[in-house]
């Protein structure tokens, strides 16, 4: 099993900057990926960005160049920097884990509020 918590979330007027954090606990051992989806009313969930414990990266066209998502393995937390947001990145952004055995969970989500 996978606790995941995040924080970070808030309300940012647009343009501004907020930065997420996942920590994960349990059996972390078994991780490969970390990232994060997000969903706003009316929409369905969407992929925001994921990394593996390799390093590599997937960052969706919405946010690339304005979100970077970043990962310590050491501390078992994965990060997600917003910049330049935007009215439409408001969402409830969801951390999310996945085992090499293919297993995903989730943590219960952080609400990002952009406002003009």
């Known amino acids: 099993q996978v606790q995941l918590v995040e924080s970070g979330g808030g309300l940012v007027q647009a343009g501004g900057s907020l930065r997420l954090s996942c920590t994960a606990s349990?059996?972390?051992?078994?991780?490969?990926?970390l990232g994060w989806y997000r969903q706003a009313p009316g929409k369905q969930r969407e992929l925001v960005a994921t990394?593996?414990?390799?390093?590599?990266?997937i960052v969706a066209n919405s946010v690339k160049g304005r979100f970077t998502i970043s990962r310590d393995n050491a501390k078992n937390t994965v990060y997600l920097q917003m910049n330049s947001l935007k009215l439409e990145d408001t969402a409830v952004y969801f951390c999310?884990?996945?085992?090499?055995?293919?297993?995903?969970?989730w943590g219960q989500g952080t609400q990002v509020t952009v406002s003009s």
């Open positions: 999310n884990a996945g085992t090499r055995s293919l297993s995903n969970y």
């Open positions: 349990g059996s972390i051992f078994s991780l490969n990926t």
């Open positions: 990394t593996t414990s390799g390093g590599r990266t």
